[in-house]
């Protein structure tokens, strides 16, 4: 079974905007740094985002200032909300949590358990 799922992707325009949503109904999300990866046809998975335990957000250049990364502690979510979203964002979306032992980072290694990710295509 699923430890995490993700949900959110579909097809939008260049420019457009999708909210990405990580969900668990058996991790407490919480205690985990979660990180949002990508893979693209043809390419190597990516880190693309992550926050940690302690709400600390990391993006890489690519993303910065288009994604924000956020907790819903209450619905037990991590959302990854994309705007003004370039053909090169189209892939498959991944959220991934990891249980490190410094509540105040995130990295894009290490992971404990992944869900079977999200499409997000963007096209005209």
């Known amino acids: 079974q699923l430890q995490l799922v993700e949900s959110g992707g579909g097809l939008v325009q260049p420019g457009g905007s999708l909210r990405l949503s990580c969900y668990s109904s058996r991790l407490a999300l919480d205690n985990y740094a979660i990180a949002w990866f990508r893979q693209a046809p043809g390419k190597e998975r990516e880190g693309v985002s992550c926050i940690s335990s302690g709400g600390s957000p990391n993006y890489v250049d690519s993303v910065k200032g288009r994604f924000t990364i956020s907790r819903d502690n209450f619905k037990n979510t991590v959302y990854l909300q994309m705007n003004s979203l370039k053909p090169e964002d189209t892939a498959v979306y991944y959220c991934?949590?990891?249980?490190?032992?410094?509540?105040?980072?995130?990295?894009?290694?290490?992971?404990?358990?992944w869900g079977n990710g999200t499409l997000v295509t963007v096209s005209s």
């Open positions: 991934a949590a990891a249980d490190y032992s410094n509540y105040a980072v995130c990295y894009y290694h290490s992971m404990n358990y």
